[in-house]
């Protein structure tokens, strides 16, 4: 995520977004996607096991500590930023880029720009959840 907002989108938007720059930066982000998924679902696995190993009862909620809770919420919000950026996003900027910009609608500037900031807003929660875990691990 860092390495693709921090690095490649710059280097894309450096090149004017020709093609050559475009063509990169699709294969770098549909080859990540398949590293960020797959990680996703080891997280999925594990993170049960990790809860029942800390002696806390997996469907006990209410039992929780509250810093387990806020763990889980994070993660669902970027579970749901990822996905909504990689299925709905993804596609539709696609689209939108073929688009030449002086047709393009007020609608496709809003999805070029949400495509944009989005990504940034998943690495803050990301390393949001990286603090919470951190957290967790030493209480």
Do not use: C
């Not at 996003?89 to 949400?114: C, H, M, N, W, Y």
């Not at 900031?117 to 949001?128: G, H, Q, S």
């Amino acid at each position: 995520m860092v390495f693709l907002s921090l690095v490649l989108a710059p280097v894309y938007r450096s090149r004017n977004q020709s093609t050559d720059a475009a063509g990169l930066f699709r294969a770098a982000a549909v080859r990540f996607r398949g590293v960020v998924w797959t990680a996703v679902a080891v997280l999925l696995l594990t993170g049960p096991m990790l809860v029942i190993d800390r002696g806390w009862a997996l469907f006990e909620p209410a039992s929780w500590p509250l810093l387990l809770m806020l763990k889980i919420s994070l993660a669902a919000l970027l579970l749901l930023t990822v996905a909504l950026h990689d299925i709905v996003l993804g596609p539709q900027t696609k689209e939108t880029l073929e688009i030449p910009s002086e047709r393009r609608t007020a609608f496709d500037r809003a999805v070029l720009a949400t495509a944009s900031w989005l990504p940034r807003f998943a690495i803050v929660l990301a390393l949001t959840l990286v603090l919470a875990a951190v957290l967790l691990a030493r209480s």
